[in-house]
């Protein structure tokens, strides 16, 4: 156990492991080499080309997949080395988390989701596990990452119990409702914190949001005043960002607080107590769960349903539907490899493959490959 870590923090020696044995590295713990391996991984370069909520072509500054998962890595980094938990775990799931993800956003991940409703679904949660389980082909000795039980454990973070049942392992906990470690609690929330903050500054930077609007909600309206009784001349470039730096700091400070208080309440001896515990540990105060789910719902109402990212997104839905019903009806439209795994399948087995396909498709890889197949 390393004495730098708390007892119920994942411990590599306490590891339930990989599905395939490996020798240990020389200089890395087996963590860090999941974290190496997920950030050399062809998925994880994609995420630069991947909708966060603006696509990719609709200018260069806002954020994308790739610049998303790095703040929620580094807001993941900082509670868990407050919690003494284990940061390079912690680090890899924030990393990892949006390695399924459909282009288009979550525009993207519904239609497509619609498209395989007869066959399975769809769900970027889990196509992230399948592809650091499957999809990366890289080693010559196993598919996919062969990643540590517990890296791939945080990667998934709900599950129905009919998925739960095929996924072995990892869907265990969801069958005898259990909570994972603490590292994949920390990082399923340290994704709704980054995102609720760097929507609000890309929304704001498109002019779909006002300072007047964003005043009314309570976490950000009570860091302006304060920023602005500060630097009363401020220009609004910088404004917005004091203001958003702020409210992470303010979350983040919250959070860790909160979950210490709990962690002290329950008392936690090993990992295995923290996913015995009933109830997530990692979490904010009631007060500030219910700010930040405020803003949450007027994101929800004033940017996600904006008229004009509406437009958008009925227009990058229809690219995913045409798409998918091309490769379904001439398997030989999709690259050799994904044609040839589609020609020895039959129904939903074929709609994988094609929901595969689609779902590591980049913004810009998606409108090309819709221009070819409407000629």
């Known amino acids: 156990m390393s004495a730098s870590l708390a007892p119920y923090a994942a411990q590599e020696s306490q590891s339930r492991g990989r599905r395939y044995k490996e020798e240990p590295s020389v200089y890395r713990g087996e963590y860090q080499r999941d974290r190496d391996r997920i950030i050399h991984s062809t998925a994880f370069r994609r995420l630069m080309y991947k909708t966060q909520v603006f696509v990719n072509h609709e200018g260069d500054l806002y954020r994308t997949r790739l610049t998303h998962s790095l703040e929620v890595a580094q807001i993941g980094r900082t509670i868990a080395v407050a919690l003494q938990l284990n940061e390079a775990l912690a680090e890899a799931i924030c990393l990892a988390h949006d390695l399924g993800h459909t282009p288009f956003g979550h525009a993207g991940q519904d239609t497509l989701n619609a498209c395989m409703h007869d066959y399975g679904g769809f769900e970027h949660n889990l196509q992230s596990l399948r592809v650091v389980d499957v999809l990366e082909v890289?080693?010559?000795?196993?598919?996919?990452?062969?990643?540590?039980?517990?890296?791939?454990?945080?990667?998934?973070?709900?599950?129905?119990?009919?998925?739960?049942?095929?996924?072995?392992?990892?869907?265990?906990r969801f069958l005898q409702r259990k909570q994972p470690g603490l590292e994949a609690q920390l990082a399923n929330i340290a994704d709704a914190i980054a995102y609720n903050n760097h929507d609000v500054d890309d929304g704001y930077r498109a002019g779909l949001l006002s300072l007047e609007q964003l005043r009314q909600q309570p976490l950000f309206g009570d860091r302006l005043d304060t920023v602005q009784k500060r630097y009363p001349d401020l220009d609004d470039r910088r404004l917005i960002y004091e203001v958003i730096r702020r409210m992470i700091g303010s979350v983040v400070t919250d959070l860790i607080e909160e979950t210490r208080r709990r962690i002290k309440s329950v008392a936690p001896q090993s990992i295995d107590s923290v996913r015995d515990a009933g109830v997530p540990l990692v979490a904010m105060s009631d007060a500030m769960h219910e700010q930040h789910s405020a803003l949450k719902k007027f994101l929800h109402r004033h940017l996600y349903s904006h008229e004009k990212k509406l437009a958008m997104t009925r227009e990058v839905q229809a690219i995913v539907k045409d798409l998918f019903t091309a490769y379904m009806d001439d398997a030989s439209l999709m690259p050799e490899e994904f044609t040839e795994a589609a020609r020895n399948a039959e129904g939903s087995d074929r709609a994988r493959v094609v929901a595969d396909f689609i779902a590591g498709m980049t913004d810009r890889y998606a409108i090309a490959a819709h221009e070819t197949i409407s000629g």
């Not at 998934?156 to 869907?171: I, P, Q, T």
């Open 138 to 172: 890289k080693y010559a000795d196993f598919p996919g990452l062969n990643l540590m039980f517990e890296t791939r454990e945080g990667i998934l973070k709900h599950c129905s119990a009919r998925n739960a049942r095929m996924l072995g392992d990892v869907g265990e």
